[in-house]
């Protein structure tokens, strides 16, 4: 099995509509993290948690929100999405000091 | 000036080719530097880790990294169609900073 599972794989949805993506994890690692990815654009970062306390924002976290409800799971949320916010969402673990992080295999997210 | 650059091709060689993927940056507290792979439609997966200067080898993949220059390479010998994918360098500060920066990716290309 995977040590990093996304759920759902893909989703298209419409303007406005509440969607929550998943992450879990069975590395036992303490810290997660949620990137988008678009065409030119590269990774980034929306929110990472060190641990069940401790939730930070990203670099773009504006119309995202985030729980962590336990050490295994991460969810993301869009409360009300927008056409932009259509692109391919990874969560991440990682662990140790060198910072190498483990991904999921992606949700892509299609808002119309 | 961006943290990281990375030429984002594509680049496109033929079966057997040696290939030199690399990667600059501007932050000289970097000293935990990585590659990862991402094949189409997939989440992005640790190649090579790279702790300060030096070369590291594993099988066909060579990671480099002079920090003098603040450059970092990969090279893959005798490429196969299957190292077809794209090429994303990250690198950290380390210490309790545990976030990646990455380079936008390069999309790499062998052909039978």
């Known amino acids: 099995d995977a040590d990093v599972t996304q759920t759902p794989r893909n989703r298209i949805t419409k303007t406005g509509k509440r969607i929550m993506l998943e992450c879990s994890q069975t590395k036992g690692h303490d810290r997660m993290y949620w990137y988008r990815q678009d065409p030119g654009l590269g990774l980034q970062l929306i929110y990472y948690?060190?641990?069940?306390?401790?939730?930070n924002k990203g670099e773009i976290s504006d119309g995202y929100s985030v729980s962590r409800q336990a050490q295994a799971k991460f969810s993301l949320s869009l409360e009300s999405a927008i056409p932009n916010q259509t692109a391919l969402y990874f969560c991440a673990t990682s662990e140790g000091l060198e910072d190498t992080q483990y991904f999921g295999p992606g949700t892509r997210l299609t808002v119309l | 000036q961006k943290e990281v650059e990375q030429d984002p091709g594509p680049l496109s060689v033929p079966e057997g080719a040696i290939v030199s993927l690399n990667c600059t940056y501007s932050?000289?507290?970097?000293?935990?530097f990585m590659w990862y792979r991402q094949y189409s439609r997939k989440g992005p997966e640790l190649l090579m880790y790279t702790y300060s200067s030096g070369n590291k080898e594993d099988g066909r993949f060579t990671a480099q990294v002079d920090k003098s220059s603040k450059y970092i390479s990969l090279f893959i010998r005798d490429s196969q169609p299957s190292d077809s994918a794209t090429y994303l360098c990250?690198?950290?500060?380390?210490?309790?900073?545990?976030?990646?920066?990455f380079g936008k990716g390069t999309l790499l290309t062998v052909n039978p």
């Open positions: 990250a690198m950290s500060s380390g210490g309790s900073n545990y976030k990646l920066t």
């Open positions: 932050n000289s507290a970097f000293q935990y």
């Open positions: 948690s060190f641990d069940v306390k401790d939730i």
